[in-house]
């Protein structure tokens, strides 16, 4: 199993930034491919962004630009800098990593930007 706990979300004017963290547990997370989704309320949860165990990142068209995932192995820990934040930003944050088939998921984390 893979436990994955986020933080960092809060209340933030818009074109503020935050940095988003997932940390997960396990010896084995170095070696995950793992991302970032969310879900504005009443919508459903889209992605938002990825990185794979070797480093390679992928976003979706509406943050490119603007967010950057990283990762630190050695903290099991992986982040999302978001700066230039909107108010469709708005939503609960969750990261997401699949294991021998399952996907796993964090509870979340709330971001609300204010216009």
């Known amino acids: 199993q893979v436990q994955l706990v986020e933080s960092g979300g809060g209340l933030v004017q818009a074109g503020g930034s935050l940095r988003l963290s997932c940390t997960g547990s396990?010896?084995?997370?170095?070696?995950?491919?793992l991302a970032w989704y969310r879900q504005a309320p009443g919508k459903q949860r889209d992605f938002v962004a990825a990185?794979?165990?070797?480093?390679?990142?992928h976003y979706s068209d509406s943050v490119k630009d603007r967010f950057t995932v990283s990762r630190d192995d050695d903290k099991n820990t992986m982040y999302l800098q978001m700066n230039g934040l909107k108010p469709e930003d708005t939503a609960v944050y969750y990261c997401?990593?699949?294991?021998?088939?399952?996907?796993?998921w964090g509870k979340g984390t709330l971001v609300t930007v204010s216009s």
């Open positions: 990185i794979a165990s070797g480093g390679s990142t």
């Open positions: 997401n990593t699949n294991r021998g088939g399952w996907d796993y």
């Open positions: 396990g010896s084995r997370f170095r070696f995950l491919g």
